[in-house]
């Protein structure tokens, strides 16, 4: 790859907001960061001019493709999480890889116009229907590696154990309808349908792919399962393991009425707890759960544009970090793919749960906002020599910018004044547009027939 180089007026660098910054990169890295050198001379020197303020690349911390067919389609009549469940259940029916090729290249381009470079997919739609394998058991996980690849982004899999269809006092539940394609049986069982994805078949596999892996959550791995994961050798100790924890109140009853115990503390005592854990929502904990939390130095992703879309609650954000817990971002179900409005609702959220504002600082939303190491990619989401050459251009000119203080701006944004992205040092959006072109209508496309079925 020949050297690239980008001016910017204004550039978030590890020590904070900077002013005329040039970056230069060569083979998708960060070669050289040089402050002071205007836009004249920058431009001089062949250097492309970058609107607005410069950001690292986002990291979207969890997602789920799938979910965002359903954009849109819940509203009618009210409900609560579980009903809302039962719409996602049939979209999942209606999937093949194919069909999950198209819909997750569309929405992996959607992801980047609004800045996001990587992505952390909690992936458990894995067999046919009925749960019979395909004739490649990871054939809907590679759909998924290929549409990262169209739409321009970095990819971890976190590939998801999901064995039990729930958990009451009267213990866990069989698979039953659309859940028979989530699950693999037992935890041997998923270990061998991974590794066909995994260490060796990676090694020689595409740069834009991290391999990780996921529990579902307490309420569908029973517990002498759970307590095989640590040793299970799907993921290495370094390797990203996520989980769903305690995102509804339902799911803490159940957990304490089948083993006397809140969901982290469980996993405390499976010995899941670990610094490469992430615990995806993290709403309704106890002051025991946080400290569990964060004496195994884990972290804490939130969602907050979803926990609201499903009236799931508002989670404990500030006790957390205050505690030692790192926080990082994702999109979920994509009722919004926005990763400054999951920042900025971060902060949000906050305010109305204590009344207080300034919660978060705004470096501490870009952190979260950037946390690439807790998908496995520890060498990006800075703007530093050696970094991947990820940036985002957010415009400073736009009706809801101007005037803002590029210091503050992801206060005041939304993804829609995204400009320019680049991954690995390759532009993926210019202007506002994705190289594929229109993803307004490559969604449409996608999402469309499976409403018409």
Wanted: proline letters at 5%.
């Amino acid at each position: 790859m020949t050297e690239r180089a980008w001016h910017a007026s204004y550039a978030h660098l590890p020590g904070g907001l900077v002013r005329d910054v040039v970056l230069v990169a060569e083979d998708g890295r960060f070669t050289r960061v040089l402050t002071g050198i205007d836009g004249t001379q920058a431009a001089a020197e062949g250097a492309e001019r970058l609107p607005g303020v410069v950001l690292p690349g986002f990291a979207n911390c969890h997602s789920h493709a799938f979910h965002r067919a359903l954009r849109g389609r819940t509203h009618t009549g009210g409900g609560t999480f579980w009903t809302w469940r039962e719409g996602m259940y049939a979209v999942a029916e209606r999937l093949d890889p194919d069909r999950y090729l198209e819909l997750a290249t569309a929405v992996y381009a959607e992801m980047a116009l609004a800045g996001v470079t990587a992505v952390g997919e909690f992936h458990y739609l894995h067999h046919g229907p009925g749960g019979v394998p395909y004739d490649d058991p990871n054939a809907m996980g590679q759909a998924l590696v290929e549409a990262a690849a169209r739409a321009g982004v970095r990819l971890t899999l976190l590939d998801t154990l999901y064995l039990a269809g729930g958990l009451d006092a009267d213990g866990y539940r069989p698979l039953e309808g659309p859940q028979l394609r989530f699950g693999d049986g037992d935890v041997d069982t998923w270990h061998d349908r991974v590794q066909r994805l995994g260490p060796d078949a990676l090694a020689g596999g595409p740069g834009h792919l991290r391999l990780g892996a996921a529990v579902h959550s307490v309420r569908a791995v029973p517990r002498d399962q759970l307590a095989r994961v640590p040793g299970s050798g799907v993921v290495g100790a370094d390797d990203p393991l996520h989980i769903h924890l305690s995102e509804q109140p339902a799911e803490n009853e159940a957990c304490r009425a089948a083993h006397g115990l809140t969901p982290t503390q469980l996993l405390a005592e499976e010995g899941v707890l670990a610094p490469h854990l992430t615990a995806v929502h993290a709403t309704h904990l106890t002051d025991d759960d946080i400290g569990l939390l964060a004496g195994a130095r884990t972290t804490a992703c939130f969602c907050p544009t979803t926990e609201r879309d499903l009236a799931d609650g508002i989670g404990p954000a500030r006790a957390l970090r205050d505690a030692g817990v790192r926080l990082s971002l994702g999109s979920d179900q994509h009722a919004v793919v926005d990763l400054i409005e999951e920042a900025r609702a971060l902060e949000a959220h906050e305010r109305l749960d204590t009344l207080e504002r300034g919660r978060f600082a705004p470096e501490e939303l870009l952190a979260a906002a950037t946390a690439h190491d807790t998908i496995g990619w520890a060498d990006a989401g800075r703007l530093e020599v050696g970094a991947r050459a990820d940036l985002v251009a957010v415009r400073l000119d736009t009706v809801r910018t101007a005037g803002a203080d590029p210091a503050q701006v992801l206060l005041a944004a939304t993804a829609a004044d995204v400009d320019t992205v680049v991954v690995d040092g390759r532009t993926v959006v210019s202007e506002g547009r994705h190289v594929l072109g229109d993803v307004g209508r490559l969604l449409a496309t996608a999402i469309e027939p499976l409403w018409r079925d």
